[in-house]
């Protein structure tokens, strides 16, 4: 066919798109298919509602001669770019190719990630990215480190803009992890992603450690060691449905609130035997635990509870719920780990989950049962009381309506930290069984009586006889409520009633924070 005709040029877009398509070899292919894994394309197409995805710079190209790469200058250049939309919303998404140049960052690469980056921007929709490769591309020299910057600089000016998502879907190293650092949600697929800065070899080299890849940067070690990543996938299709589902509950950017679901709109709540069954929940013992997802559930529509960071500082959960089809942040103790009680690593992800809700207008609900900061020379030396510091800051910088719930143990600067009304909480709650004091009953006694304690004939009846005076006493929401710190104290089984309609009030919210650049936060 004639080039020069129309026909011949319509045929020839045509190669060229298939050309496109199939950047990367047959082999690459197998190979991904042969580790369990889509290829970069079939990811997107995964991720997207059928027959929507638009596909940006597909004939983009190198434009290097070092090395005799003028000899190799696939279409795409390892990385597709385009828009399409999930759950009918649209969203903007790159995904890195493996299979052309081992997905290897060059000019044009970096290039295309930063056009779809501002195209993000420009029109207020989330940006999704897919990652896999190996890192800078050496052959194009520094112009790749340059394009690392000029991508990093674009997620931080992006931050609190619109939701930024990534997915790590095979191994990623070098500069490709400081993009999905930079993000607000990490997904990644156990056995098969890893995120490091240096690979075992280099380690290996250097200082003599001897690590396998997966121990040193897989999935299961960036969830629930390194804190990291927010979800551990068993697969790529389960890690693209997560991210499918998290995208339900965010807005399209931080002008707009998240999207609101059908929901039966009733003026009276009603309350349900899920709802009773909270009236018995708490143990009479405060030493016994108990499941905080089960106070978590009845409140939140359908028991539906999108759960972020699960295997990380498990003493805390985080996650998303609907309450009325909107969505809600849900920031809770723990009560099976480790007493409930507020370490480093509890601190520093409940504050960056509620600078996430307020970034994007989602409202915070806050459950509170902990007995304390964990004790210990390692959290103090490793920083507890500027990282524990976090998390006031979160609280008292958000402008999101914020509600607190007390189950049971407020004790001490953790009372203050956990969503109190002195941090800025809109509305504070409490149940009946509520302990709310600077101290537990049994340290109290042992310093204030230490010397009763110790003339005392009988000493361990006199001390469960002041222990017991002690909780009566000052070991309950009353006094906190008598002073307006808790503004209800409710039986359990009118919580979601209760969360519903202030919820309903302070959808007209508005607080203006004092004019300023940006605060210090304590990193």
């Known amino acids: 066919m004639d080039p020069h005709t129309t026909a011949g040029k319509l045929a020839d877009l045509g190669d060229r798109i298939d050309e496109a398509i199939h950047a990367a070899s047959p082999r690459s292919v197998e190979r991904q298919h042969a580790r369990g894994k889509m290829t970069a394309r079939e990811r997107i197409l995964a991720l997207l509602d059928e027959g929507t995805f638009t596909e940006m710079d597909e004939f983009a190209r190198h434009r290097s001669h070092a090395f005799g790469m003028e000899r190799h200058r696939p279409y795409?250049?390892?990385?597709?770019?385009?828009?399409?939309?999930?759950?009918?919303?649209?969203?903007?998404?790159?995904?890195?190719?493996?299979?052309?140049?081992?997905g290897s960052l060059g000019q044009v690469y970096g290039e295309k990630i930063c056009k779809i980056i501002d195209f993000a921007v420009k029109t207020g929709v989330p940006l999704i990215g897919i990652n896999e490769g190996g890192g800078a591309r050496i052959q194009e020299g520094v112009v790749s480190l340059g394009m690392y910057g000029e991508i990093f600089r674009r997620n931080t000016m992006a931050s609190g803009v619109i939701p930024q998502i990534s997915l790590i879907m095979g191994a990623a190293a070098g500069?490709?992890?400081?993009?999905?650092?930079?993000?607000?949600?990490?997904?990644?697929?156990d056995q098969t992603s890893q995120m490091f800065i240096t690979g075992p070899e280099v380690i290996r080299t250097v200082t003599g450690e001897d690590v396998s890849m997966e121990e040193l940067g897989g999935g299961r070690t960036h969830n629930a060691i390194a804190g990291n990543a927010h979800y551990l996938a068993t697969d790529d299709a389960d890690a693209i449905e997560y991210v499918r589902d998290l995208i339900t509950y965010l807005p399209q950017n931080n002008l707009e609130d998240p999207p609101v679901y059908d929901y039966p709109d009733d003026i009276d709540v009603p309350i349900t035997d899920r709802d009773h069954a909270l009236d018995v929940l708490i143990p009479d013992s405060p030493a016994q635990a108990y499941d905080m997802r089960e106070v978590i559930r009845p409140i939140i529509d359908d028991e539906e509870f999108l759960e972020v960071m699960e295997l990380y500082a498990p003493n805390i959960i985080c996650g998303f719920g609907r309450v009325e089809g909107r969505t809600v942040g849900v920031v809770a103790n723990q009560p099976t780990n480790l007493a409930g009680c507020l370490d480093i690593n509890a601190s520093e992800k409940a504050a960056r989950f509620v600078r996430t809700c307020d970034s994007f207008n989602i409202p915070v609900l806050t459950f509170v049962d902990v007995p304390g900061f964990l004790p210990g020379v390692e959290q103090e030396h490793n920083g507890i009381i500027h990282r524990g510091a976090k998390l006031i800051y979160a609280y008292?910088?958000?402008?999101?309506?914020?509600?607190?719930?007390?189950t049971r143990k407020a004790y001490g600067g953790a009372y203050i930290v956990m969503g109190s009304k002195h941090l800025g909480a809109d509305v504070n709650l409490a149940w009946p069984t509520a302990q709310i004091a600077v101290m537990g009953a049994e340290g109290a006694v042992n310093i204030l009586y230490r010397k009763q304690l110790a003339e005392a004939s009988d000493p361990q009846a006199e001390r469960e006889r002041l222990r017991q005076e002690y909780d009566d006493e000052l070991s309950n929401p009353y006094i906190a409520a008598e002073r307006g710190y808790v503004d209800q104290v409710i039986y359990p089984h009118?919580?979601?009633?209760?969360?519903?309609?202030?919820?309903?009030?302070?959808?007209?919210?508005?607080?203006?924070?004092?004019?300023?650049?940006h605060g210090n936060i304590p990193l």
């Open 494 to 517: 009118e919580t979601r009633s209760q969360v519903v309609r202030f919820l309903r009030l302070l959808r007209s919210k508005r607080e203006a924070l004092p004019p300023k650049k």
């Open 396 to 406: 008292a910088e958000a402008s999101v309506p914020k509600m607190t719930i007390i």
């Open 76 to 102: 795409s250049d390892g990385v597709i770019i385009g828009l399409g939309n999930i759950h009918e919303r649209p969203v903007c998404v790159f995904s890195q190719d493996v299979g052309v140049y081992g």
């Open 175 to 189: 500069g490709h992890v400081y993009s999905p650092a930079l993000t607000d949600f990490v997904v990644m697929v």
